[in-house]
T-cell receptor
């Protein structure tokens, strides 16, 4: 089965410092990997995805993620964190269901950026 | 443009009541998904539509859950005889094309269901 794991429940970082939110995957074949962000009382917002090609994927709001096949990781990164980046972050992998496809999500990582 | 919308945003039901949750996907999107997000967890897949056809309902937790998309646009998730364990946020997502591709899924704000 296709799955992702987010090993950290919470990540704390000071504003202006680089941030990393970790995600590892377990898939058969080539993975389609996604990052979403969830602000309080709001739905999931798409940040970026990896399909194929360059291992460094750039997304919305200055975020990027690095696909590492040897380490089966897809960590989310940002060079300089903002207080407004504080939110819940979900890594996801596309998986095939009975007759289609869906996303399998990690349990989420809460990011807190302090001034 | 307009994104995915869901209504109501909040629903409180007494145990045993039936509820209906509505999703308006992005116009023209072929695929529609329902997910359930329990408190402190990631979303979990419930069911998938391609136009009006429900191609996968393997994630529905019981036969009390029923979803439809009769005209290939708006979808309704119905829960009969609600139980406390049904309390969760129900998320709807849509994507432009049919299954098999790496399409991005665009999510609505969700409906928070609380069963008392």
């Amino acid at each position: 089965a296709q799955s992702v794991a987010q090993p950290e429940d919470q990540v704390n970082v000071a504003e202006g410092n680089p941030l990393t939110v970790k995600c590892t995957y377990s898939v058969s074949g080539n993975p389609y990997l996604f990052w979403y962000v969830q602000y309080p009382n709001r739905g999931l917002q798409f940040l970026l995805k990896y399909i194929t090609g360059d291992n460094l994927v750039k997304g919305s709001y200055g975020f990027e993620a690095e696909f590492n096949k040897s380490q089966t990781s897809f960590h989310l990164k940002k060079p300089s964190a903002l207080v407004s980046d504080s939110a819940l972050y979900f890594c996801a992998v596309r998986h095939l269901t009975n007759s289609g496809y869906a996303l399998n999500f990690g349990k989420g990582t809460s990011l807190l950026v302090t001034p | 443009g307009a994104g995915v919308s869901q209504s109501p945003r909040y629903k409180v039901a007494k145990r045993g009541q039936d509820v209906a949750l509505r999703c308006d996907p992005i116009s023209g999107h072929v695929s529609l998904f329902w997910y359930q997000q329990a408190l402190g967890q990631g979303p979990e897949f419930l069911t998938y539509f391609q136009n009006e056809a429900q191609l996968d309902k393997s994630g529905l937790p019981s036969d009390r859950f029923f979803a439809e998309r009769p005209e290939g646009s708006v979808s309704t998730l119905k829960i009969q005889r609600t139980q406390q364990e049904d309390s969760a946020v129900y998320l709807c997502a849509s994507s432009p094309r049919t299954g098999g591709g790496p399409d991005t899924q665009y999510f609505g704000p969700g409906t928070r269901l609380t069963v008392l």
